[in-house]
């Protein structure tokens, strides 16, 4: 009787773990989309997610615009910036994603961008916090003291698969 208890308890734990596969693979694909930056402008972002040993992980790209005045006489551009990173802290459910991108900024501060979202087949709707953390003990003044002070911003986030 035992032998048989073992043998289903095996049963049960290998479906489970054909089904987590199963579903992290529903989100495995590029995913493309667009949000506002700080100046209004919009920043263009892809997320490609990969199952790597039976888990999800992925990369994130986008093209951040440029802040529009440093400060010149008339408006100064600076160059787009770059964000390529690999994504952390990745969990799905079914059909629920959560992930963050950590950027690291001047004057040791850190950006953490969490995402989370309702997973279809071609589309992830939800939400993003963006968090800024000091991390040393120096002060800070100006607008990166004051965009910490205001503390986390949610937004929603609308991705669209464009490849599987």
Same mark, same amino acid.
């Given at each position: ?41 919009? *920043? ?12 999800? *992980? ?107």
């Amino acid at each position: 009787m035992s032998s048989i208890r073992i043998m289903l308890a095996a049963l049960f734990v290998s479906s489970c773990l054909t089904v987590t596969s199963y579903g992290a693979a529903a989100a495995v694909g590029t995913w493309s989309w667009s949000e506002v930056a700080t100046n209004n402008d919009m *920043a263009d972002f892809s997320l490609v997610l990969k199952e790597q040993e039976g888990k999800l *992980a992925g990369r994130i790209r986008g093209e951040l615009p440029p802040p529009d005045d440093f400060g010149g006489s008339g408006p100064v551009r600076a160059a787009t910036k770059i964000l390529d990173a690999n994504i952390t802290n990745i969990s799905f459910d079914n059909t629920t994603i959560s992930f963050d991108v950590i950027q690291e900024l001047p004057e040791h501060v850190r950006l953490v961008t969490s995402y989370q979202g309702k997973v279809d087949a071609k589309t992830i709707k939800g939400t993003f916090t963006k968090t800024l953390k000091h991390t040393t003990d120096d002060k800070l003044s100006g607008a990166m003291a004051h965009a910490i002070a205001a503390g986390p911003t949610t937004a929603k986030w609308s991705a669209k698969r464009i490849k599987t």
